[in-house]
């Protein structure tokens, strides 16, 4: 079992930042690739972002690419994701989520989730 819980969400003004966190407890935490997806009000949870396990790669949605940047500190158990130029779009719950498939988009795939931390972006 592997125990995730977010935190840094917030309300920012349309062009501000956040960084996000997600602290893992459980089992070894570099055993797992990593990934962010949000939920907006009525959509379905998407996907953000996702690091493999040793940080050596990354892969972005293209609503956020260059914008948001995920990365990990194994040593500490986190996940982190900062968040650049926020729009109004953004505003979603956000969750992480981590898995052993590998470098995947497919919210299916991973095994264990958090609770979320709400985001939200006045414009």
């Known amino acids: 079992q592997v125990q995730l819980v977010e935190s840094g969400g917030g309300l920012v003004q349309a062009g501000g930042s956040l960084r996000l966190s997600c602290a893992a407890s459980g089992r070894t935490f570099s055993n797992y690739v990593m990934g962010w997806f949000r939920q907006a009000p009525g959509k379905e949870r998407e996907f953000v972002a996702v690091?493999?396990?040793?940080?050596?790669?990354?892969h972005y949605a293209d609503s956020v690419m260059g914008r948001f940047t995920i990365s990990r500190d194994n040593a500490m158990n986190t996940v982190y994701l900062q968040m650049n130029s926020l729009k109004p779009e953004d505003t979603a719950l956000y969750y992480c989520?981590?898995?052993?498939?590998?470098?995947?988009?497919?919210?299916?795939?991973?095994?264990?989730w958090g609770q979320g931390t709400q985001v939200t972006v006045s414009s």
């Open positions: 989520a981590a898995t052993t498939i590998g470098l995947t988009s497919d919210l299916a795939r991973y095994d264990y």
């Open positions: 690091i493999s396990w040793s940080d050596a790669f990354t």
